[in-house]
């Protein structure tokens, strides 16, 4: 494994999957499925989304980075 490829790993690694649960699902974020509050159910509270937004941000900055490079990322 390339050292681009180990890093675009742990960058993956910090992608989250599971919106914030509490016992009571009154106090989960409102996009997990157990949520029974009223809040707007495609309203994240928990962070996943934003988090993930910034994996994802990151990715693509490793990319365009990659793109940069004289040998297009095979080497490293
Ligand atoms: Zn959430």
Excluded: W
């Excluded at 910090?14 to 699902?25: P, S, V």
């Excluded at 937004?53 to 793109?67: N, S, W």
Aim: charged share 25%.
């Amino acid at each position: 494994m390339s050292k681009l490829e180990k890093l675009i790993v742990i960058i993956e690694s910090f992608r989250r999957t599971q919106h914030y649960e509490c016992e009571d699902g009154f106090y989960s974020c409102p996009s997990h499925p157990d949520y029974f509050g009223n809040d707007d159910r495609t309203f994240c509270s928990c962070g996943l989304v934003r988090d993930n937004a910034k994996v994802d941000e990151a990715l693509q900055i490793v990319q365009g980075l990659t793109m940069l490079a004289p040998d297009k990322g095979q080497a490293a």
